[in-house]
């Protein structure tokens, strides 16, 4: 059974920074794509950023120029590195893996973005 286990989140204040961590059960080169995503209450989750094996990243238009994503294949573990945050980046932030058909997700880490 594949794990994704993200780890990271806190407490920050507004304009400040944090780096979401997703380490993968397996090799992250089994996935295809390996992403965040994110979630307030009662809305749906959200794409956030994205990286492909054989391509570049992909990020949403609000957090473009402040996150960035990259990936550590030796170990296993794609980064959410997070920049300029701001109150509306609030949200459980939850790793993804797409694996041809087959969607993982991990269980999410909360991140909250005030002053």
């Known amino acids: 059974q594949v794990q994704l286990v993200e780890s990271g989140g806190g407490l920050v204040q507004p304009g400040g920074s944090l780096t979401l961590s997703c380490a993968a059960s397996?090799?992250?080169?089994?996935?295809?794509?390996m992403g965040w995503y994110r979630q307030t209450p009662g809305k749906q989750r959200e794409f956030v950023a994205a990286?492909?094996?054989?391509?570049?990243?992909n990020y949403a238009d609000s957090v473009r120029g402040r996150f960035t994503i990259s990936r550590d294949n030796a170990k296993s573990t794609v980064y959410l590195q997070m920049n300029s945050l701001k109150p509306e980046d609030t949200a459980v932030y939850y790793c993804?893996?797409?694996?041809?058909?087959?969607?993982?997700w991990g269980q999410g880490t909360q991140v909250a973005v005030s002053s």
């Open positions: 993804r893996a797409v694996q041809f058909l087959r969607v993982f």
């Open positions: 397996t090799s992250i080169f089994n996935y295809n794509v």
């Open positions: 990286i492909a094996n054989d391509g570049g990243p």
